[in-house]
């Protein structure tokens, strides 16, 4: 494991001082049921996703001046996202060092965008863990300077402004149902326009349901005035 971890470490662009931390970072609930161990990943994400935030929020507020704290936070949430934060992993091939149960390597669960999210989080929370705020800082703006644009998808807005145009009034929207342990909750949700379902989206927070329902929906309205068009 050690061979595989220096790959990684190649990989992330930071030499662990102590590699347990990694170790740890790398090592899922299921893993660590399943083998007897007494402890995974789960303290060390809470950490990494709050150290991100604040490094997140900090260059954001630096980046763009001119900007207002809306735009910033919808900034940071698109950033901060597990679809976002799963790309990062798989660019460092994050995917492939992850510790998971045999039932879960059954499941897919290493291509899962929670699971990958969950396990780039405690990997921040290692390296802070194993250095400081400073270098985590650095280590957490490599990945964001390499994104050439930061750009917002905000499909609510985007929704409500189409369904008060088309309809007069504003989209609604419903937690169908959730699922999965507390560490690994998923939300559904459903967006409806007076009273019709227009969309479902899941998430790991009900904002982000909501975000994928509202796109749904926007595509099912799209499809549907050229359907209109076509006839006409």
């Known amino acids: ?14 030499v662990f001082k102590n590699r347990d931390y990694l170790k ?15 402890d ?29 704290e809306g735009k910033l936070s919808r900034l ?21 060092f992850i510790l998971i149960s045999k039932s879960e390597e059954l499941n897919s669960a290493r291509n899962r965008d ?18 400081d705020f400073l270098t985590t800082s650095n280590f957490i703006k490599k990945f964001l300077n390499s994104q050439k644009k930061f750009g917002i998808t905000d499909y609510k807005s985007t929704l409500q402004e189409k369904v008060q145009s088309e309809f007069q009034t504003l989209p609604q929207y419903k ?26 989206g899941v998430g790991i927070s009900k904002k982000e349901a909501e975000q994928m329902s509202a796109r749904e929906a926007g595509k099912k309205l799209k499809n549907k005035k050229k359907d209109t068009e076509a006839v006409q």
């Not at 937690?175 to 379902?197: A, C, M, R, T, W």
């Open 1 to 14: 494991m050690l061979g595989n971890l220096k790959i990684l470490e190649d990989n992330l662009g930071y």
């Open 24 to 38: 740890l970072a790398l090592t899922h609930r299921s893993y660590s049921s399943e083998y007897g161990l007494k």
């Open 40 to 68: 995974c990943n789960e303290r060390m994400e809470f950490l990494g996703d709050s150290v991100l935030s604040s490094i997140v929020a900090d260059f954001l507020y630096s980046k763009y001046v001119n900007d207002d």
């Open 76 to 96: 940071k949430s698109q950033i901060v996202s597990a679809k976002n934060l799963s790309k990062w992993a798989k660019n460092i091939s994050l995917d492939k």
């Open 114 to 131: 929670t699971l990958l999210c969950d396990s780039f989080e405690a990997v921040i929370g290692a390296v802070y863990l194993d250095s």
């Open 175 to 200: 937690v169908i149902k959730e699922y999965g342990p507390d560490h690994d909750k998923k939300f559904e949700v459903g967006v409806y326009i007076n009273d019709s379902l227009f969309g479902i």
